[in-house]
């Protein structure tokens, strides 16, 4: 298989494409300045560029998408609009996306970053990821999956017998190894297609 893997040099990107390597498959790791990943094709290319997301599309069975909203406090309507943008672009295979924690939910219903605790650092970027959530919800035509992690998330063993929810967060830690073989089992073998889940050690 195919893969491209935006954000390849990020916690939780580069070991989706370390896994994907891993197991054989051959992996495009697009980050802005071209990083050399091993046992990858670098390319250097930012995802506001749709022309080249659109090449990059078309020429991989999958595309991931594994970039989180800004953290330096800048304002995070582009990074929005860019998923609206994306969720609306037909592409030939498959899109997944790395999602965020903070728009899971309890079992009333209520997002994580809605909850009373939820911590005020993670606010503006959990919001962003609700709606972009919302704008692959809303999509049409477009084979695409988000996976999001446990509300912890860190380095840590890898895992492959680990535990998957829907909407609600499937336990309360991920190491992002495991988080990548969920992510490149799902890539292997849809089960969540048009969904977001959730996955935990």
Known sequence: MKIAVYGATGMIGSRIA???????????????GGTEVPGATALAADLSDLSTYASVAAANDAVV??????????DHDDFRELHDEISETAIPGRLFVVG?????QTPDGTMLKDTEGFPAMYKAEADT????????QSSSGLDWTMLAPAPEIAPGERVADYKLGSNQPAGDFVSAETFAVAAVD????????????????
């Open 65 to 74: 998408l594994s970039i989180p909203s800004p953290r330096d406090g800048s």
């Open 129 to 136: 990821f609700a709606a972009v959530l919302l704008s692959y």
């Open 18 to 32: 370390a896994e994907a390597v891993s197991r054989g498959h051959e992996v495009t790791a697009i980050t802005r």
């Open 100 to 104: 965020g924690a903070g728009a899971t």
């Open 186 to 201: 799902e890539l292997e073998n849809p089960k969540h297609r048009e969904q977001r889940f959730t996955v935990a050690n």
